[in-house]
């Protein structure tokens, strides 16, 4: 299957976060939810759930948003240890324990790129909050610190599926 990209980054989307308190479902619908983008495949979403709406970023401004956060500085050793790294928690940290210190320190630096492009990227496309202005400050405001990291991860999720189509999105 080819990627096939949005000819228009007029398309926005509303969308809420699974760590809202308001937001009820099962790990199975918040896995459908993050598929489709479809709040049908929630539980419950509460009048009073936090709303998130997100631009499709162009090509060029996922791009653009790579290149701020350090693309061409980046780690490749990293970015190596990264995509070789095991999947399953323990037997990724007895992995990582293995690692020399300068391949640590090179995966470190790749996890903070990585980090850097979702905020760029989150900087690009969330235009509102509730209907009103937003910035990326405001999702850096919201504690605690794991309610942030999820709404990060669901908001880069969404901006990419929203960003990046396959077939039968043309």
Same mark, same amino acid.
């Given at each position: 299957?080819a ?12 969308v809420?976060?699974?760590c809202?308190?308001d937001?009820?479902a099962?790990?199975e619908q918040k896995s459908n939810? &993050?598929?489709t983008?479809?709040?049908s495949?929630? !539980?419950?979403v509460a009048?009073?759930? =936090? /709303?998130f709406? *997100?631009k499709? &970023?162009?090509p060029s401004?996922?791009?653009?948003? !790579?290149q701020?956060?350090?693309?061409? =500085? /980046?780690?490749? *050793?990293g970015?190596l ?6 999947i ?7 992995w990582h324990h293995g690692l ?15 980090n ?8 690009a496309?969330l235009?509102?909050?509730?209907d009103?202005?937003?910035t990326?400050?405001?999702?850096q405001?919201i504690?605690?610190?794991?309610n ?5 991860s ?13 077939i039968?999105?043309?």
């Open positions: 299957m990627l096939n990209f949005l000819t228009s980054t007029d398309q926005s989307i509303t809420v976060v699974s809202d308190s937001v009820k099962s790990e939810y &993050l598929q983008g479809n709040m495949d929630l !539980e419950h009048d009073t759930a =936090t /709303r709406t *997100l499709a &970023l162009s401004e996922r791009e653009n948003a !790579e701020q956060a350090g693309a061409y =500085t /980046r780690s490749e *050793l970015r240890l990264w995509v070789e790294a095991p399953e928690t323990d037997e990724r940290a007895r020399t210190d300068d391949e640590r320190h090179a995966m470190s630096e790749y996890q903070a790129y990585l850097r492009v979702y905020y760029e990227m989150i900087r496309s235009t509102h909050i509730n009103e202005p937003a990326l400050q405001d999702i405001n504690r605690p610190d794991d942030r990291s999820n709404t990060i669901e908001l880069i999720v969404h901006i990419q599926r929203i960003s990046i189509l396959g039968e999105g043309k």
